[in-house]
């Protein structure tokens, strides 16, 4: 059983504790944090972002440095749990198979909060939470599962309400008992006079990924446009659904210095194979160039193309993209055509890496950033979290990452550190 708590009468941009009783048992004290007043002058806020805690790979020893730290709010953007079976080289095994049912992702949630770390920073830091696939299962989008499984609906339904029962969610977005258990998570909230932060789901409502692999009918793949022409032909299709593109586009902040999107994956361009003429994504002039993973933006070319040309035509301040998902480190600039050079900067994208979820090889990623010159670093073997430091007039980003994820006692040091000034998009490394 879950409980959910409304309590009203606070005051804002306040910091309360509390605990729960139950019986005889009497829970740690906790710290939530109200916030600021609508167009209260605000100097500062402090972020830690991160995503994908695969309990089978490692510690969450990001987590335990997190929790001694002032931060305003932990912004979690999906795989809380994974729905896998453990592999044979588990760091720490999950008990039971693969989860699929109700008791299933109940039990999975239960065991990933034994975890102390993660106990400790979910007393010390309130949370802001969207989900990702593997809180229900890898690659699905909407109510397709990666093999196309014909109960899909049934089990996405119970992941969802697990999800909602074990996160920190009001009563009101308890998800629905039909339709796949639908439920509306995005969101957005404004830190007084200072930033506007939106959140996005880009799993519930997006059109099926194309050109699949062919063991498993749905889900990814890393396709040529060559091969799969639908990428660019097909400019209906969408990763968000039209009415939460409606939503979004229509939400964007003149008023604040800063406008914060957290979404789940890379939004920049990553292609894995060079791309020789100039062309805006999702043309026929890319002369079917390049290489692309199919769950993420790329898999959406027109879709993501949309966002950002709403963010030029209304010269939309301080547009910084989280994300996460990859299981890397990416800080880069977004462009309407990752191609032009010299055009100009519409956003700024940090893709925060994993807590435990291991990445690809680093050769990997090295051999394909050549590729992807508006990608000023890219890192695939760091695991942590970043931390982010917003005032007025400039944005201060700090990859944070532990040495060694398979000990629970590891350090945590900085690895790089960025800076995007108000007013003018683009990531400068500092230090």
Known sequence: SCVKVKVGGLASDTSYWYRFTAGTDVSRVGRARTLPAPGAHV??????????????????????????????????????????????????????????????????????????LLQAVHAAVPWIVIWDDHEVEN????????????????????????????????????????????????????????ARLQWIDDRQFRDPQLCPRPDRGGGSNTVSLRDCPGLVRESARTLLGAAQERWLAEGWSLAHPWNLLAQQTLMARFTRE???????????????????????????????????????ERKVPGAVVLSGDVHANYVADLRLDPDDAGGPFIATEFCGTSISSRGSSQSAVDAALRFNPHIHYGRSQERGYMRFVLTKDRLEADLRVVAQPTDPASAVASAARFVVEAGKAGAVRAG
């Open 139 to 194: 690659d699905y989008a909407g109510l397709q599962g990666e093999r196309l499984q014909p109960d899909f609906a049934a089990r996405r339904a119970a992941a969802y309400r697990a999800w909602w029962e074990h996160m920190p969610l009001p009563r009101s977005l308890r998800p629905l008992t039909g339709n796949g258990g639908a439920a509306t998570i995005h969101d957005r909230l404004d830190w007084g006079n200072l």
């Open 274 to 312: 060079a791309v020789n003429e100039r062309a805006l994504p999702g043309t026929e002039a890319a002369a079917m160039q390049g290489r692309y993973w199919t769950d993420g933006w790329d898999g959406y070319p027109w879709a993501r193309q949309r966002l950002l040309s709403v963010l030029a």
């Open 43 to 116: 100097t500062d806020l402090s972020i830690a972002y991160t995503s994908c805690q695969a309990y089978a790979c490692g510690y969450y020893t990001a987590w335990r440095q997190i929790a001694t730290q002032p931060f305003d709010f932990v912004l979690f953007l999906g795989d809380y749990i994974y729905e896998y079976a453990s592999p044979p080289n588990a760091v720490r095994a999950h008990t039971g198979g693969a989860a699929t049912t109700l008791e299933g992702y109940r039990q999975r949630y239960a065991q990933y909060k034994t975890d102390p």
